[in-house]
């Protein structure tokens, strides 16, 4: 042992030296792998779900325990590392925030060589190399594999699936070395289910670092004594890394770039990243020189500050920039008008969209409505088929019997009473199938005329409730969920039309294969029968042919020439017996071969037969479906009918509202435009007063200085008093505005848009009241008033101060006359036009 651990403290000493070092953590090699991570690690778990990234990095000599503490080879059977407890916990703390949406991604890179590849890709490792790129004042991995995963099995079968690509090597002093750095990067994405604007994205960077070697220790040869080099060489860059991070010097050059190691590492080490670095040592003698500069190494690190941010998703960071510059430009939009006109490329674009959805909603109906027919076709062709089916079953066992009577004629032409009453059979029978061709027909017009009975028929009350679906509150609700139901009905029809279109096709191949497999097997089967019976009666006669011979030949007064030619005779005829009898036994496996087809046909029949019923099925389903959706379609027609004539009466109400609005608008716009000029001219008077007194500091008062003086103190007092009535005006009328928004807010239908302009306004108000607050506090009347006359040192100034101040008092009564005057006019004017209006009424 060469280290010694001071119980109770975080510290760990050299023995037989002075050096001791100082950490947040010490663990000692009987602590196990739990409690390490309840102690050291658990805690960094929380500021991932407070939008913080956090890194941990595992660094140590090689065989210290670096890939066993970090989990990266974990495989579910040795004790769990930080990497598989950190990813239990973040789904955990996951399930237990059910006010937040969050999506998990995950992605493993491995860095051999200074090569940088993509341990999760499908793609054959030599084409899995991925680069690294800044955008702005991050770094990025291009074309790097994230996979999103759902729970903790996910990512461990990721993990899993990474650490199997990861290069390992046997060294003499570990026997699975690992030969390049890992990172494991889980990504998390939440947002707020009831503040879309709530947003955050955090990673977590897991490490697991090569361990530095010595080629003495090691044995290294060959390609492992490069890539012992190429680890030290990024371990090396790392630590100097480290080392300028730690000396603290403000705008000092670090050295990112020397290695790809510590690009990767760039946000973890200084920068947006809570980051806790796990060194790994031997307490081994042997391996004092490798465990001191680990020491060390981690030492410095300790000493780095970090700066970590919460990270906004930049859609919720653009909309608070967004609100925030709104809340700039509101002072400056104070003078101009409060509406907005519309673009007019806008409404174009609107005219146009509306007059898409029309031409769609038309197409759409059409489609229905051509639907509907197909589906009553095809229900009529079902019908037509059936009875088809019936007439040619009836017609086959017809023509069955009147070949057997033929046979019979054939067999004695004399016509008996027993024929009679067959052939007055088959007449009965023929004329059944007449009667049910006709009924067919007949069956078929009935349905066509129930048809049109069903479509053209209105439904009860019940009816209608059975298809409710719930009432809408508003006409273009109402009619977007009509448009959207109709759509998901055409498109089912015609899905399932496409299904009978294709099953008919399926069918007519099926049906002329069996029929021409009948009518060849027929044909063959007679022919066959035929020349079997014709061969076998030539065979017979061969064979008494032959018998005759034979007796001719030993007969005992036949001459030798006679019996030689008869004797070849017979040879003939068994030439012939023998070749007829090979071909009945050609025909008889034809016969046989007859059995086959017939089970080939009999499982055809079969596949049609359900084939039909399935095509029945779709047509019921179809004609089902159909008629639902005309019910339905009428019971919403009548809702979408009544919600038109509220629909009516609603906008007669919004343009009396509209009209009361502006109405206000108009009172409320005035008030902020005598707000906005009081506060002007307020601005101007004190910046007047402020260069006056500058002025009257440099040189003596005089007779005009003192009449300038006393006209600029009443200006600002002026405007401070009317300041203060257009303050109290301000808050009188956003305390109006704040309790009309409130009983919005608690209407059973509050108006979004009217909300939002209240909302505005208020906002409007503090703004102006904020500033006019401002130059209020900038007059100091108070304190003026305190001081206001110290400028007077004589009786001949006062004068002047008085004679001066008389003088505009007058002024301004005589200006209020005016404006008076003006406004009783304007009244008059006002009055007897309104009467004139309401007389011509």
């Known amino acids: 042992m060469c280290l010694d651990i001071i119980p109770g403290e975080p510290q760990i000493r050299i023995l037989n030296s002075d050096k001791s070092f100082t950490y947040n953590y010490v663990f000692s090699p009987d602590v196990g792998q739990e409690e390490f991570y309840n102690v050291a690690i658990k805690r960094l778990i929380d500021n991932i779900f407070q939008g913080y990234n956090v890194t941990i990095l595992a660094y140590g000599q090689t065989g210290s325990g670096k890939t066993y503490s970090m989990g990266t080879n974990y495989t579910g059977i040795e004790e769990k590392g930080i990497i598989p407890r950190v990813t239990e916990d973040i789904f955990e703390t996951i399930k237990s925030k059910e006010d937040w949406n969050f ?16 341990l999760l890709s499908d793609k054959q490792r030599n084409q899995s190399i991925v680069d690294i790129r800044e955008d702005g004042k991050s770094i990025k991995v291009t074309g790097l594999t994230e996979k999103e995963v759902t729970n903790a099995q996910e990512t461990l079968e990721c993990l899993n699936q990474g650490s199997i690509g990861r290069i390992t090597g046997a060294t003499a002093m570990n026997a699975h070395s690992s030969r390049s750095h890992a990172i494991f990067t889980i990504c998390i994405r939440q947002q707020k289910k009831d503040d879309p604007n709530t947003a955050t994205v955090a990673k977590f960077h897991l490490v697991d670092l090569a361990g530095s070697e010595r080629s003495k220790k090691t044995q290294a040869t060959g390609e492992r004594f490069k890539e012992g080099i ?38 973890s080490l200084g920068g947006n990243s809570m980051t806790l670095m796990v060194a790994c040592i031997s307490p081994a003698d042997y391996n004092l020189d490798e465990t001191l500069s680990t020491l060390r190494y981690a030492d410095r690190a300790r000493k780095i500050k970090n700066k970590p941010v919460v990270n906004q998703d930049q859609k919720t960071a653009e909309i608070n920039r967004l609100n925030k510059l709104i809340q700039e430009l509101r002072l400056a939009l104070m003078n101009q008008e409060l509406g907005i006109t519309c673009p007019k490329e806008h409404e174009e674009l609107e005219e146009k969209c509306s007059t898409l959805q029309q031409k769609l909603r038309d197409m759409t109906e059409k489609l229905n409505s051509n639907l509907a027919e197909i589906v009553i076709m095809h229900e009529r062709a079902e019908m037509a088929e059936q009875a088809r089916e019936k007439i040619r079953s009836a017609m086959a066992s017809v023509l069955d019997e009147f070949e057997q009577v033929l046979q019979n004629f054939n067999i004695s032409h004399e016509i008996d009473d027993e024929k009679r009453k067959k052939l007055k059979i088959i ?33 009860t009350k019940e009816d ?24 998901e009905h055409t498109l089912r029809q015609a899905e399932r039309n496409n299904e009978v279109q294709n099953i008919n096709k399926e069918l007519a191949l099926k049906e002329s294969l069996v029929s021409e497999l009948i009518k060849n097997i027929t044909q063959q089967t007679a022919d066959s029968h035929r020349d079997v019976a014709e061969m076998e009666k030539e065979i017979e006669r061969l064979h008494v042919e032959r018998e005759e011979h034979l007796q001719a030949v030993h007969a005992r007064n036949i001459t030798s020439k006679l019996a030689e030619t008869r004797r070849k ?15 009945c036994q050609e025909q008889n496996r034809v016969i046989k ?4 087809q017939d089970q080939r046909i009999k499982t055809l029949s079969n596949e049609i037969r359900s084939l039909k019923e399935i095509r029945v099925k779709l ?17 919403r027609e009548k809702e979408i009918n009544k919600l038109k004539t509220q629909d009516r009466k609603r906008a007669f109400e919004m343009v009396r509202l509209k009209m009361q609005h502006n109405k206000q608008e108009i009172v409320f716009k005035r008030k902020m435009e005598e707000a906005f000029a009081v506060n002007k001219r307020l601005k101007g008077a004190l910046e007047i007063q402020k260069k006056a007194t500058e002025r009257q500091e440099k040189k003596a008062n005089g007779k005009d200085e003192i009449k300038t003086w006393v006209a600029q103190e009443l200006e600002v007092l002026m405007a401070t008093i009317d300041a203060d009535l257009s303050l109290e005006k301000l808050m009188q009328d956003r305390a109006t505005l704040s309790y009309q928004l409130e009983q919005l807010k608690q209407s059973s239908n509050p108006n979004e848009e009217e909300c939002a302009t209240l909302v505005k306004f208020i906002e409007l108000r503090n703004t102006q009241i904020a500033d006019l607050q401002k130059e209020i506090v900038e007059s100091d009347q108070e304190t003026r008033a305190k001081t206001r006359w110290n400028m007077i040192h004589s ?33 008059h004017i006002y009055t007897s036009y309104i009467l004139h209006i309401w007389t011509s009424c």
């Open 103 to 118: 999506k998990v991604v995950v992605s493993f890179m491995e860095l051999y060589q200074e090569q940088l590849y993509d």
């Open 230 to 267: 190429n680890i030290n060489k990024g371990l090396l860059a790392l630590g100097n890394v480290i080392s300028q991070l730690g000396d603290g010097a403000s705008g000092s050059y670090i050295g990112y770039r020397d290695s790809k190691l510590t690009r990767l590492l760039q946000e």
């Open 427 to 459: 007449y009965t029978k023929m004329l059944e199938i007449q009667n049910d061709e006709k009924k067919a027909s007949e069956e078929l017009l009935n349905y066509e005329i129930s048809i049109d009975s069903k479509n053209s028929v209105t439904f």
């Open 464 to 487: 209608a409730e059975c298809v409710h679906t719930g009432e809408l509150n508003n006409i273009e609700d109402s009619l977007d969920y009509f448009d959207k139901k109709e759509e």
């Open 569 to 583: 005779k017979v040879q003939e005829l068994e030439k012939k017996i023998a070749e007829l009898t090979r071909k």
């Open 593 to 596: 071969a007859k059995e086959k």
């Open 619 to 635: 047509i019921r389903q179809m004609r089902n479906d159909a008629n639902n959706f005309t019910k339905w379609k009428q019971s």
């Open 795 to 827: 009786v001949a100034d006062a004068k002047v101060v008085c004679q001066t101040a008389f003088h505009l008092i007058a002024q301004e009564r005589k200006q209020q006359c005016y404006k008076f005057n003006e406004l009783k006019v304007s009244i």
